[in-house]
């Protein structure tokens, strides 16, 4: 619960489990913000912590602050192919790791990642992109296929 910013003490010992990604994370914190009296004792009272009322409103209190989203996109860090890379969503890691990207699965996670370019930017984000989710990167590769997209300037003699 620290990350979600509640530092009560008698808060941190509750072990409240709550997905963080698609399409779970929203029915459930929807659930969470709206608990009944009945259902908040039971959390405290299956995890031996004090059912008096302050410590059920503080709950219920922070329970209401779950953010409304379709997921908390909390980034997380992982091994990925030799070196611990960020995440921001399951997902996103789980076609990097599987690999081969159709187009649409990178243009989303080049959405994700906040890059908005077009042209000849776009095409060297998405070559990156591909690269690092390929087992054996190829820098030569990478090299010579951005030259040969890159327009030559026009020379006369």
Known sequence: MAALGWVEDELERIPVQIPIDPPLYQPTADRLRNISGTALDSILANNSTDTAIGTRDK?????????????????????????????????????????????????????LRGNTSEGLQKRIALKFLRLAAQDSSSTDEFLNDLLKSMPLPECSL
Do not use: C
């Open 59 to 111: 709950l219920r209190r922070s329970l209401a602050l779950l953010p409304e989203a379709d997921s908390l996109n909390v980034p997380y860090r992982v091994s990925f192919r030799g070196s611990d890379k960020n995440f921001q969503n399951r997902w996103m890691e789980a076609v990097l790791r599987r690999g081969n990207l159709t187009a649409a699965e990178a243009d989303s996670i080049l959405v």
